[in-house]
């Protein structure tokens, strides 16, 4: 059975809102250094003012929101672009240093460690005692970097990732996939899809049933195809791939005028082999 053509993979992908996701399936350890809470108010003062003469406003890095029964679960990727992030359900680092500021003005219990170069937080508690009965807030931000993924299809990359992908030999696998609603704002409840055989067998998800969503059954090399299509067609495709096994962590697709926010946006994480 062949591969999707470009305008099926298209029209699947819109029907079933714009995406993304979690994308932190890269393998990459931290490489920041940080301070340990709890931190004090003048230490977030101390904070923000690093965070501010680091002039950053372009930049992605990998969110946790772990609160136990949100969705999607697991970490995501987060780009920001001049100071907008992408998909307006994201934070910022001034959104973030925002809340942090809200809860420390109405005398909340806040725990915060802070980078300690570029002054960005990357843990948070907010009402740390609440967490046990599933309220407070935990949030995990690392792996910032400056700038954003690649802003063009780059064939030997992604020739490369591909590569990767086929010597890495999954055969059967499964992975679970989010996407946003770009329009709404919202995240759909993540899926996880099942590969074998090179064909899609089953769509599992972990909110919604079934027949109340329509989604994209793409496989892997699928969701290579798409990427090397749209950057043959001209789009502008920005899209990280994993470090070991090569498959699309990362995928956000806009036109050839670099419109904001992007048509599509794609997160692939917790893929495994099927045993």
């Known amino acids: 059975m062949g591969t999707p053509s470009r305008l099926a993979i298209l029209a699947l992908l819109l029907a079933a809102c714009g995406m993304s996701g979690d994308p932190a399936g890269t393998s990459s350890p931290p490489a920041e250094t940080t301070t340990t809470p709890p931190i004090a108010e003048h230490d977030f003062a101390a904070a923000r003012a690093n965070w501010d003469d ?10 946790e929101d772990d609160c136990g029964e949100c969705m999607p679960a697991g970490p995501r990727l987060v780009v920001v672009r001049g100071g907008e ?22 005398e909340t219990s806040v725990e915060v ?23 407070g807030t935990h949030w995990l931000i ?46 759909s409840a ?12 089953d769509v599992e998800f972990q909110g919604a049933p079934e027949d109340e969503q329509q989604v994209p059954r793409l ?17 502008i ?22 419109t904001i926010p992007p048509s599509l946006v794609v997160s692939i994480h917790e893929l495994t082999p099927l045993p």
Request: aromatic share 12%; no cysteine; hydrophobic share 35%.
């Open 54 to 63: 680091a002039g950053l406003d372009t930049y992605r890095f990998t969110f």
């Open 85 to 106: 992030a992408e998909d307006p359900s994201d934070p910022t680092v001034d959104s973030l240093f925002e809340t942090i500021a809200l809860a420390l003005g109405e």
């Open 113 to 135: 460690t802070y980078h300690s170069e570029l002054g960005y937080p990357t843990e948070i508690w907010i009402d740390r005692e609440a967490r046990a009965y599933d309220g």
């Open 142 to 187: 690392r792996d910032l970097e400056a700038g954003l993924p690649d802003p063009e299809t780059s064939t030997s990359e992604l020739e490369a990732a591909r590569q990767r992908w086929i010597d890495a030999g999954y055969g059967d696998y499964r992975y679970d996939l989010v996407t946003h609603d770009i329009v709404e704002a919202s995240f």
């Open 190 to 201: 993540p899926y996880t899809v099942t590969v074998s055989d090179g064909l899609v067998l």
């Open 219 to 235: 496989t892997i090399d699928d969701w290579f195809e798409l990427i090397e299509e749209e950057g043959a067609a001209g789009s």
């Open 237 to 258: 495709v920005e899209v990280i791939y994993h470090d070991q096994d090569g498959h699309p962590v990362f995928l956000a697709v806009r036109d050839a005028n670099n």
